[in-house]
Structures are given as structure tokens and as C-alpha cells.
């Protein structure tokens, strides 16, 4: 049932409280801090073994590819599983998801790399952090470069969204309905 398996999991709301992320969720590994140099390679490897750094990589490149300029500071999610076996993902590392869109619907002409980055992703202390490892910049960029040239194509997105609009064209309709055209 669907509350055991609940229990199974456990998810944190990322907000403004990075030193909350360094002491719950990777054990005191102090990185918001400054106090860890991510350029060494040994202290690097002991972070990935506390969080899935390709999937913060693709999580951060998805929500820059979106724009939803308050992802950071405000509406993310980290999750991690609570029992480590050999199912996928259950190794009881950190990993991010998508919560909470709603700002990348209203400025969606905004250039993101000219004035969206600077309030979640390079203000954020552990991307900061992060930033500092050669290995770890190598392999964002490549990430974000390929997506950015497979699933964030122009013609994968318009067919994802249009299958969206299919199933939940009734439900944006009824909402639209219900708070206004503003919202």
C-alpha cells in the first residue's frame, strides 16, 4: 500500500537552509560550507557517494532549460530511499526532482543564460561548490549539451507538450476557470 511504501522514501523540500542539506542529508559532509574543496578528487567521490550527481546534473539542466527561475531557493525536492538493496535507486543516495513549474509559464520569451541563471543555479552554495571540481563542470556541460541536442530539441518538446495538452487540456481549462486568467 501506498503509505508503507511511503515510508520507504525520504524526501526533503530543498529551500533556502543549504546547511539543513549538508548536516541531514549527506551526514555533516559540511560542502555549503566551503569547507570541503570539491577540486580534490578524493573528498569529490566521498560527495558521490552521498548524492547522485548526474541526476542533480540533469535535474539543474532541465530546470534551466525551462526557466523556472525559483527552483532553488524555493521548489525543490530531494529524495533518497531509506532501505538500500540492488532495486535501481535504492543505494541511498540523494537525488532531485522536478516540483513546482508554475514560474517558467510567465516569462516564457526570458533568456535564461542572460538573466536567469544568477538566481538559483550559480547562487546556489552547492553548485558553487561543485563548480570548483574539473570533472564535475566536464560533465554538466557535456550532459546539458546532450539533452540540449536530444530530448530538449525542439521537436521532442512540441511532441511531449502536445501530449500533454491532450490529456490535461480539461483540467487547464477548469483551472483557468477557477483562479483566473492570471494564474
Known amino acids: 500500500d501506498y503509505t508503507k511504501k511511503r515510508k520507504l522514501i525520504n524526501k526533503i523540500k530543498y529551500t533556502d537552509s543549504c546547511l ?9 559532509f559540511s560542502i555549503c560550507k ?4 570539491l577540486s580534490d578528487e578524493e573528498l569529490y567521490l566521498a ?5 547522485d550527481i548526474d541526476s542533480y546534473i ?5 530546470m534551466i532549460y525551462m526557466d523556472d527561475y525559483d ?4 521548489n525543490g525536492y530531494s529524495w533518497k530511499t531509506t532501505t538500500i538493496s540492488a532495486q535501481p535507486y535504492n543505494d541511498g543516495k540523494w537525488r532531485w526532482l522536478v516540483y513546482d513549474t508554475g514560474e517558467c509559464e510567465r516569462e516564457y520569451d526570458r533568456d535564461t543564460f542572460a538573466e536567469g541563471l544568477n538566481y538559483s543555479f550559480l547562487e546556489d552554495p552547492i553548485t558553487q561548490v561543485l563548480m570548483k571540481n574539473e570533472e ?4 554538466f556541460v557535456i550532459t546539458f549539451m546532450d539533452l540540449a541536442n536530444t530530448t530538449f530539441k525542439t521537436k521532442n518538446v ?10 490535461y487540456s480539461q483540467a487547464i481549462e477548469s483551472q483557468g476557470i477557477r ?3 492570471d494564474w
Open 179 to 181: 483562479w483566473g486568467e
Open 58 to 62: 540533469d535535474y539543474c539542466a532541465a
Open 34 to 37: 566551503n569547507e570541503n574543496d
Open 136 to 139: 564535475f563542470r566536464k560533465k
Open 20 to 28: 539543513k542539506i549538508a548536516s541531514e542529508y549527506f551526514n555533516n
Open 71 to 74: 527552483w532553488l531557493a524555493h
Open 158 to 167: 512540441h511532441k511531449v507538450m502536445d501530449e500533454i495538452l491532450l490529456t
Open 47 to 51: 560527495l558521490d557517494e552521498k548524492m
